[in-house]
């Protein structure tokens, strides 16, 4: 007599993490969590305007967060730890929430659906240049190796030597426009997967998300700017 064995029971993490829901959860946390770092990063690189040594010091700062109770630097590298999981679990999410939604749907369908904004059209593929775009901006700023005049210790330096280049400029300026659309889109879907868009806060909470994607990549691109029309040397 032959027993068959019963399939062995996932944990309920890896259940959760095989729903469809489960992903759009990871995708919201993560989502909100990058979007934290994203504004306060943004805060940083504003203080540009106060001159070298105001941003200097800024960036010195951000190597001594928690001494003494941790050493020099040991801060910054969790930061980076827990910003690069949330990132590839945000990806990870994203592509096989995807792919699931290909092999539900692999025909096109027949009869034209609504069409979509165009932050909604390009949310996979400008998600997937931003993904790009974060490597370029690592080894520009904190390796050095795409900056061609990079000195270490010196992000002022390092900022007005490489946005007076105007294809550097471009490079930015582009991925700022997509991440101004993945914030659009993706702040409404996180409300909604997170249960905070209920239908009397809908308006609201695009208005806001609206908002955020704005005053982001506008935030952002006034450094550039800056220093590419002479008003930051």
Known sequence: MVTELAPPRRSAVRRFWASTIGKKAVMAVTGVLLLAFVLAHMVGNLKTFLGAAELNHYAGWLRTIGEPVLRREWFLWLQ????????????????????RDLRARPVRYVHRRPRASFAVRTMRWG????????????LDFTVGTVN?????????HNLVADFRVWWVNVIYLVALAMLGLHIHHGFTSAARTLGVARP??????????STTAVAVAGGYALVPVAIMTGLVH
């Open 80 to 99: 980076r730890a827990v910003l690069l999981v949330a990132l590839v679990l945000h990806v990870t999410a994203a592509v096989q929430l995807a792919r």
């Open 127 to 138: 998600g997937a240049t931003l993904a790009v775009f974060v490597v370029w901006h690592i």
């Open 148 to 156: 061609r005049d990079f000195v270490a210790g010196d992000p002022y």
């Open 200 to 209: 009397r806060r809908e308006r609201a909470i695009k208005i806001l998300g």
